[in-house]
T-cell receptor, first 115, second 109 residues
Framework: DAGVIQSPRHEVTEMGQEVTLRCKPI?????LFWYRQTMMRGLELLIYFNNNVPIDDSGMPEDRFSAKMPNASFSTLKIQPSEPRDSAVYFCASSLPEAGSYEQYFGPGTRLTVT | SQQGEEDPQALSIQEGENATMNCSYKTSINNLQWYRQNSGRGLVHLILIRSNEREKHSGRLRVTLDTSKKSSSLLITASRAADTASYFC?????????FGAGTILRVKS
């Protein structure tokens, strides 16, 4: 298994541009999580999906952020327009809680820099 | 907001020594997990301990849980340079996890 796949690994963009981050969860996992990690705020949960349905998006900072999961093998996190304060590492993770396993498997992250 | 708070924030030890990290949390839990994050990488699950367990072992790792004090500890025995990483505790909130701020461990060879 390739694990959780994220792309791109690095993204540098200018303020005001649209940014789309992509995630492919582990095959068979039905829960998917988007996190943001910064030095100041640590690791924050932005949103999570269960069976492709958004369950909790209370961590999404504002309307500039949106996330979708059109099918079980793909999710996107979009920021539009981007701002310098969005600079962070964004992680995607997946799990299969129904199997009694609550551990989450993290992707390598996307390092976003907004100038 | 963070549920778990790790202590210490940073720890520096010599190879071969034991490393102990502590985690305190605020609300009741079903389980508590520990994760490791190497620099520039994603988090990796280390061990899960359920609320009805008091101690659990996995290789050189020993985790304890005291639900009355709402605290957990992670002990790494006979540390190696490769153990250098950040360590996070995470508590469950339904299907979500709430992570602490982490302990940065440096093992000097």
């Amino acid at each position: 298994d390739a694990g959780v796949i994220q792309s791109p690994r690095h993204e540098v963009t200018e303020m005001g541009q649209e940014v789309t981050l992509r995630c492919k969860p582990i095959s068979g996992h039905n829960s998917l999580f988007w996190y943001r990690q910064t030095m100041m705020r640590g690791l924050e949960l932005l949103i999570y999906f269960n069976n492709n349905v958004p369950i909790d998006d209370s961590g999404m900072p504002e309307d500039r952020f949106s996330a979708k999961m059109p099918n079980a093998s793909f999710s996107t996190l979009k920021i539009q327009p981007s701002e310098p304060r969005d600079s962070a590492v964004y992680f995607c993770a997946s799990s299969l809680p129904e199997a009694g396993s609550y551990e989450q498997y993290f992707g390598p992250g996307t390092r976003l820099t907004v100038t | 907001s963070q549920q778990g708070e790790e202590d210490p924030q940073a720890l520096s030890i010599q190879e071969g020594e034991n490393a102990t990290m502590n985690c305190s949390y605020k609300t009741s839990i079903n389980n508590l997990q520990w994760y490791r994050q190497n620099s520039g990488r994603g988090l990796v699950h280390l061990i899960l301990i359920r609320s009805n367990e008091r101690e659990k072992h996995s290789g050189r790792l020993r985790v304890t849980l005291d639900t009355s004090k709402k605290s957990s500890s992670l002990l790494i025995t006979a540390s190696r340079a490769a153990d250098t990483a950040s360590y996070f505790c995470a508590t469950d909130d339904g299907n979500k996890l709430v992570f602490g701020a982490g302990t940065i461990l440096r093992v000097k060879s």
